[in-house]
């Protein structure tokens, strides 16, 4: 198999170990995979991938190109392509894509994650937020995202929720316009840090997310309404 999504890469390489014959360069976890590279998830190798000969290619209909996989389906690959803009949808693509690999059944894993987001009390107070994922322009979470569903989850309604667009331009003025009760800044795609980001936002607690629990569909769902929370909670001016 070869995988275009940093999420899957790490949920199949888990599960399945050796199975994985390619993945991308943004494929970070696990630490350690040794798999050929090829390239990115936007500007993939189609030459090398259809040369790795995979009886299947992961893809998601987000973050992958549609003319980079119809071009491998018509070199004759198989490509199973995912749809994640919920918590639910990701168990159930999840499994799907793990059964497509060859898995005899659910990892332990997996029926982890769904245990942990069903538990979820009802979170005792609601906050309103912005969530830019990238800046130079400034964009933030939109309408149906994954992102915005977990969010929501813990209690953290976006404000672009209902926007037209997934992942809308927004002036910054406008953001700061809306007042929110909290600035969402994630470490991917963009990389907002403590010195790049909240400064854009004075007066506004912000909180440092990992990108990684906010926006990937594998093993780290199980520690993700955790890890989330404690640093939605730890959010400062």
Same mark, same amino acid.
């Given at each position: 198999?070869? $995988?275009?999504?940093? $999420?899957?890469?790490?949920a199949?390489?888990?599960?399945?170990?050796?199975?994985?014959?390619?993945?991308?360069?943004?494929? $970070? =976890?696990?630490e350690?995979?040794?798999?050929?590279?090829?390239?990115?998830?936007?500007?993939?190798?189609?030459?090398?991938?259809?040369?790795?000969?995979?009886?299947?290619?992961?893809?998601?209909?987000?973050?992958?190109?549609?003319?980079?996989l119809?071009?491998?389906?018509?070199a004759g690959?198989?490509?199973?392509?995912?749809?994640?803009?919920?918590?639910?949808?990701?168990?159930?693509?999840l499994?799907?894509?793990l059964?497509?690999?060859?898995?005899?059944?659910?990892?332990?894993?997996?029926?982890?994650a769904e245990?942990?987001?069903?538990?979820l009390?009802?979170?005792?107070?609601r906050?309103?937020?912005?969530?830019?994922?990238?800046?130079?322009?400034?964009?933030?979470?939109?309408?149906?995202?994954?992102?915005g569903?977990?969010?929501? =989850?813990?209690g953290?309604? &976006?404000?672009?929720? &209902? &926007?037209?667009?997934?992942?809308?331009?927004?002036?910054?003025?406008?953001? =700061?316009?809306?007042?929110?009760?909290?600035?969402v800044?994630?470490?991917?795609p963009?990389?907002?840090?403590?010195?790049?980001?909240?400064?854009?936002?004075?007066?506004?607690?912000?909180?440092?997310?990992?990108?990684?629990?906010?926006?990937?569909?594998?093993? $780290?769902?199980?520690?993700?309404?955790?890890?989330l929370a404690?640093?939605?909670?730890?959010?400062? =001016?």
């Amino acid at each position: 198999m070869v $995988s275009l999504v940093p $999420s899957l890469t790490e949920a199949v390489a888990t599960t399945l170990p050796g199975a994985l014959v390619g993945a991308t360069g943004w494929c $970070s =976890r696990p630490e350690g995979l040794d798999v050929v590279r090829i390239g990115g998830t936007k500007n993939p190798d189609v030459e090398r991938i259809i040369g790795l000969g995979p009886d299947l290619v992961l893809a998601n209909e987000e973050e992958n190109r549609a003319p980079d996989l119809e071009a491998l389906r018509a070199a004759g690959l198989d490509v199973l392509v995912t749809e994640v803009r919920s918590v639910p949808q990701a168990v159930a693509e999840l499994d799907r894509v793990l059964t497509a690999c060859g898995a005899a059944g659910r990892p332990g894993w997996l029926d982890e994650a769904e245990r942990t987001w069903a538990a979820l009390p009802e979170p005792a107070r609601r906050r309103t937020a912005v969530v830019p994922v990238w800046r130079r322009p400034w964009m933030v979470l939109g309408r149906d995202t994954f992102a915005g569903d977990v969010l929501a =989850r813990l209690g953290v309604d &976006h404000l672009y929720a &209902h &926007h037209p667009e997934r992942y809308p331009r927004v002036a910054l003025d406008e953001l =700061r316009a809306r007042r929110p009760d909290l600035v969402v800044l994630p470490d991917e795609p963009y990389r907002f840090t403590a010195d790049d980001g909240p400064e854009a936002f004075p007066g506004l607690p912000c909180a440092l997310v990992s990108g990684r629990h906010l926006t990937w569909y594998g093993p $780290s769902l199980t520690e993700a309404p955790r890890v989330l929370a404690g640093a939605l909670g730890a959010a400062r =001016r």
